[in-house]
């Protein structure tokens, strides 16, 4: 058996086919208002940068964002 996937769905319908019709800053991350393609039911999400320990890179912090990471939020 397959895992279930996960991410966002429409509440509506089901389908997993959003469009971003606005996007705004707030503190520690984003927040987008989303509209599913099929039926139009809108939604908001609130998106926020989750700090990894795992998987770090010789001489950097533990918890430190790179550039990367920070220029997907913008």
């Known amino acids: 058996m397959s895992p ?9 319908c089901g389908k ?3 469009r971003t019709l606005d996007s705004r800053p707030v503190h520690g991350g984003q927040r987008r ?3 599913c393609v099929s039926c ?4 908001t999400t609130q998106e926020s ?5 795992q998987a770090q890179r010789p001489g950097r912090k533990a918890g430190q964002e ?5 220029r997907a939020l913008r």
């Open 4 to 12: 279930k996937p996960t991410g966002l769905h429409c509440p509506g």
């Open 16 to 18: 997993r086919a959003f």
């Open 33 to 35: 208002r989303r509209e």
């Open 40 to 43: 139009g039911f809108r939604v």
């Open 49 to 53: 940068i989750v700090r990894s320990e």
């Open 66 to 70: 790179t550039a990367d990471s920070m």
